[in-house]
């Protein structure tokens, strides 16, 4: 049994890494501010299911404020796996400050407490975003990652240097994982799946940016948390894909929801947004050779895995707010 410090624990992949690293006999201690980001509904959610298990300790804590790190000094872990950050590709045209201070600014406080409690082993998440406007597809680890599109990638680029600052100095064994599109249940209720379950089910108008033959790449939360729970071992400094593998446009995702749902989508397009990426999908093969990581779930099998958890919470997940 080992104990591991998992940040944003409420969130949609530190909640489900959480839950996996219990399963498999160890303890967690995890730490979320809670922030309502979006609707912080669905984080008191996955947070309950998680409070009830015994191996689990929360602290409700903001990475980003410097004094976390005297709050762990003196705690022993096996490793420390940073989930916690701002997401989201347009927000963060809007508050670049929010994303700078928790994805930068917190990943170098959770960095330091690895520092100063002798923990050896960091795993931070990354993002699909940072290969910025005309990657090669499918995107190896290899394609620059230079020229970000919006200060959300930025900032995730920023922590992955401090990654490697804190790796060549100290020493500390550091995974970067870049996530591609990932969906399941109880998901960021800001991403494409979780709102077109919901607006297709209580019959919404299903908003699509621009003419909805951009892609998306996408993979199950459990393939994910699997895939983050492996990029625990030893591998010195890596950046790994994650995620990504099944690549399909958006109007035929909508079309693959109406077979599930069993209803018509209302769909309206409007303009195409900016900030989003054409399309995007992982190159994988780093990952299976490097993790032994290849995904379960297929996305029709994981879609409606998804579309059952809905109606199953539906009376209150209907009311999410999907802006």
Not at 59 to 75: C, G, P, R, T, V
Not at 163 to 169: N, S, V
Not at 228 to 251: D, Q, S
Not at 270 to 282: H, Q, V
């Amino acid at each position: 049994m080992a104990n591991y410090l998992v940040t944003g624990a409420a969130g949609f992949i530190g909640a489900r890494t959480s839950e996996l690293l219990i399963k498999d006999g160890n303890t967690v201690v995890g730490i979320d501010n809670m922030n309502d980001a979006y609707d912080p509904r669905i984080k008191e959610y996955r947070l309950r299911k998680l409070q009830a298990l015994p191996e689990f300790t929360f602290h409700e804590l903001d990475i980003s404020n410097k004094a976390i790190i005297d709050q762990f000094k003196d705690q022993k872990f096996a490793g420390v796996i940073n989930l916690a950050a701002r997401a989201g590709v347009r927000y963060s045209v809007e508050d670049p400050w929010a994303y700078v201070e928790s994805n930068m600014i917190g990943t170098l406080n959770m960095l330091e407490i690895c520092r100063q409690t002798g923990t050896k082993k960091f795993v931070v998440a990354s993002t699909s975003s940072i290969y910025g406007e005309d990657p090669p597809y499918p995107t190896p680890e290899s394609a620059p990652s230079s020229e970000p599109l919006q200060p959300y990638a930025a900032s995730k680029k920023g922590a992955e240097a401090m990654c490697h600052a804190y790796h060549h100095l100290y020493g500390i064994d550091v995974s970067v994982v870049r996530y591609f599109t990932v969906y399941g249940p109880a998901g960021r209720p800001d991403l494409a799946l979780f709102r077109f379950v919901q607006w297709i089910t209580e019959g919404l108008p299903v908003r699509v940016n621009g003419d909805g033959e951009q892609s998306r790449g996408f993979t199950y939360i459990d393939d994910i948390a699997r895939g983050t729970i492996l990029a625990l071992k030893p591998v010195g400094f890596e950046i790994i894909n994650l995620g990504g593998h099944e690549v399909i446009t958006i109007n035929n995702l909508i079309k693959l929801l109406e077979e599930v749902i069993g209803k018509k989508a209302i769909v309206q397009y409007g303009p195409p947004d900016p900030a989003d990426m054409r399309s995007n999908w992982a190159d994988v093969s780093k990952a299976g050779e490097l993790l032994g990581w290849e995904p379960q779930f297929g996305l029709r099998a994981g879609v409606e895995r998804l579309v059952e958890w809905y109606n199953t919470e539906r009376e209150w997940a209907s009311q999410i707010l999907t802006p």
